[in-house]
């Protein structure tokens, strides 16, 4: 029996964000939001991970937490950190863990002290609504309608549900 496809995208907290100075030089948000849609329209079991920044994390940050939305937009540390180890950790764990099935949020680390189970975390997550191209609670500021063609022909052609 074939095992079934599972998938585990690493994108990164603030991706909903277009209007940064960042975004507008580089559409690195844009592009990322866009390879979180294929993956959704893919029908394969998937977690989206949107990690804080990596390693700025205090002695005592340990704590893993996840949030849905997308709506730290600092541009910044300010907007959540979390460790390596840590991602790594979430990303390894959601391959295997029914509870994070396609689930898509953002992930950073708060002061206290580490979850071994992460389990009753992914549990807390509501699941991405299988009609739309985002996230669960994200901001609807990219309509299909302005994206270029090769994106909607790729998200036809990989898409296990009818047309986009």
Request: net charge negative.
């Amino acid at each position: 029996m074939d095992t079934p496809v599972r998938i585990a995208l690493m994108t990164t907290i603030g991706v909903t964000e277009r209007l940064s100075s960042w975004n507008q030089r580089t559409e690195v948000h844009d592009w990322k939001r866009r390879s979180e849609r294929l993956v959704r329209a893919s029908g394969h079991i998937y977690t989206i991970v949107r990690p804080g920044w990596f390693d700025y994390n205090n002695d005592d940050e340990h704590r893993i937490v996840m949030l849905q939305g997308d709506r730290r937009h600092a541009g910044t540390p300010e907007d959540g950190v979390i460790s390596r180890e840590q991602i790594a950790q979430v990303l390894v764990t959601a391959l295997s863990n029914d509870a994070a099935k396609n689930k898509t949020f953002e992930l950073v680390a708060e002061r206290g002290e580490a979850q071994q189970d992460l389990t009753p975390l992914f549990a807390e997550l509501r699941n991405d609504n299988p009609q739309k191209n985002d996230g669960v609670f994200d901001i609807d500021n990219m309509p299909l309608t302005e994206e270029p063609e090769c994106v909607i022909n790729d998200l036809n052609l990989y898409s296990k549900n009818s047309k986009i």
